[in-house]
């Protein structure tokens, strides 16, 4: 049982900045493929950014260059740096863990997930 509590989001202007948080039980950043994902309302959740273990980060295109996903194996948290912010981006983001993972950026593939961190964005 892995478990995952987000951080950081919150309310700022368009062209801002957030730092996301996720501390993970145990040692389940370094063992784990971890992943942020978000859902606005009335929408799908979607894969924003994910990692395997050993691996580097990839990223959904609407985010490549303003987001960096990083991890802290020592501290056993998982961020994820979101820059130059749109309205679009507005959404409840959650990250979520899996020991075995196929498809990086499907929710359908994650067992373990956060409580979800809110961030609005606003012109």
């Known amino acids: 049982q892995v478990q995952l509590v987000e951080s950081g989001g919150g309310s700022v202007q368009a062209g801002g900045s957030l730092r996301l948080a996720c501390a993970a039980s145990?040692?389940?950043?370094?063992?784990?493929?971890m992943a942020w994902f978000r859902q606005a309302p009335g929408k799908e959740r979607e894969g924003v950014a994910g990692?395997?273990?050993?691996?580097?980060?990839f990223y959904v295109d609407s985010v490549k260059g303003r987001f960096t996903l990083s991890k802290d194996n020592a501290k056993n948290t998982l961020y994820l740096q979101m820059n130059d912010l749109k309205e679009e981006d507005t959404a409840t983001y959650y990250c979520?863990?899996?020991?075995?993972?196929?498809?990086?950026?499907?929710?359908?593939?994650?067992?373990?997930w956060g409580q979800g961190t809110q961030v609005t964005v606003s012109s």
């Open positions: 979520a863990a899996d020991s075995s993972v196929s498809r990086l950026l499907s929710p359908n593939e994650y067992r373990f």
């Open positions: 145990g040692n389940s950043v370094l063992t784990n493929t």
């Open positions: 990692i395997r273990p050993g691996g580097g980060p």
